[in-house]
């Protein structure tokens, strides 16, 4: 089964390519240190949804484990409560994540959520996409707790290209926690903390196992 559409799968690469979003509506928040924070705001929700451009000083190779090793993301990532693969099969995983959310006062957040990964070769440049977002029978595999909120409607789109310094570092995020926790708050978490994104990934990468 077919989680991910090829739209899912082009359109990041083509943006990687061009260097910014495509559309216009998205407005430059941070451009610091080589890293490009864009934001959108949707008007729905309240919520920005983000993307990142910036480059680490590590192969591909070495970034998409840091990514999608789910072992060594219990590690460096100081917001998994927990993160468990339900199931796996060739390309595609669907992955259990309970975060702590980082807000005192407010409830974890848990996820069950797809991950699929295809590497594409256009023009002789290589390109990995790594694709999330929210897998929609999850209640299934794992029933919701009382302590914990249950967050629909995630969506996470990665790209690695590789560079002559390292890695290009492409992500499109797409976030709702749910709960009643007031939109400006999650903003104001979320300025906070996609900026320094590259950053903890580059240095779990310093450290990742062979």
Not at 152 to 165: C, R
């Amino acid at each position: 089964m077919a989680h991910f559409t090829a739209e899912e799968f082009d359109y990041p690469v083509r943006e990687v390519k061009l260097g910014k979003p495509e559309s216009d509506e998205w407005k430059l928040f941070v451009d610091k240190n080589g890293i490009k924070v864009y934001a959108w705001l949707d008007k729905e929700t309240g919520l920005f949804q983000w993307k990142v451009f910036g480059e680490i000083e590590f192969s591909p190779a070495v970034v998409k484990k840091t990514l999608m090793d789910i072992e060594y993301r219990k590690k460096w990532d100081s917001y998994v409560a927990k993160i468990e693969m339900l199931e796996s099969n060739n390309n595609t995983d669907i992955i259990y994540w309970d975060v702590k959310y980082g807000i005192p006062m407010v409830s974890n957040r848990d996820y069950i959520y797809c991950r699929e990964f295809k590497e594409i070769c256009e023009n002789d440049e290589d390109y990995i996409v790594i694709l999330s977002k929210t897998y929609e029978n999850g209640k299934e595999l794992v029933p919701v707790h009382k302590s914990k909120v249950r967050v629909e409607g995630f969506k996470q789109f990665m790209v690695l290209k590789k560079t002559a310094s390292g890695t290009m570092l492409y992500m499109h995020s797409i976030d709702r926690p749910g709960g009643k926790i007031p939109s400006s708050l999650i903003n104001w978490a979320a300025k906070s903390g996609i900026p320094n994104y590259l950053g903890v990934v580059s240095k779990a990468c310093s450290n990742c196992p062979e």
